[in-house]
């Protein structure tokens, strides 16, 4: 069965750093795009960022997060990350890696990213 687990979460003053991980498991990694997302208490879960499972289209961000975020993979470590940058407090929320397959999108259980000084 298809298995996402995040880490890498935590708090952090703002204008820092943090990468998260997402370890995938029971599906064929390579064949599919791959997303974070995030929700913050009292909202509704929002993309932060997705990439191609080809090099055919380049990673896509929400516009907060342009120039401050990055997404990438590995397709041998069956991991995706997301490299955070600049981080504010407006970016603390739960974070979440998702997959689209076979009509129906999975979930991590989440890390939790704290902005705060």
């Known amino acids: 069965q298809v298995q996402l687990v995040e880490s890498g979460g935590g708090l952090v003053q703002p204008g820092g750093s943090l990468r998260l991980s997402c370890a995938a498991s029971?599906?064929?990694?390579?064949?599919?795009?791959m997303s974070w997302y995030r929700q913050a208490p009292g909202k509704e879960r929002d993309l932060v960022a997705l990439?191609?499972?080809?090099?055919?289209?380049?990673?896509d961000y929400v516009d907060s997060v342009k120039g401050r975020f990055t997404i990438s993979r590995d397709n041998v470590k069956n991991t995706v990350y997301l490299q955070m940058n600049s981080l504010k407090p407006e970016d603390t929320a739960v974070y979440y890696c998702?997959?689209?397959?076979?009509?129906?999108?999975?979930w991590g259980p989440g890390t939790q990213v704290t902005v705060s000084s």
């Open positions: 029971g599906f064929t990694f390579s064949d599919y795009p």
């Open positions: 998702s997959v689209y397959r076979s009509r129906v999108r999975y």
């Open positions: 990439i191609s499972n080809t090099l055919a289209h380049p990673p």
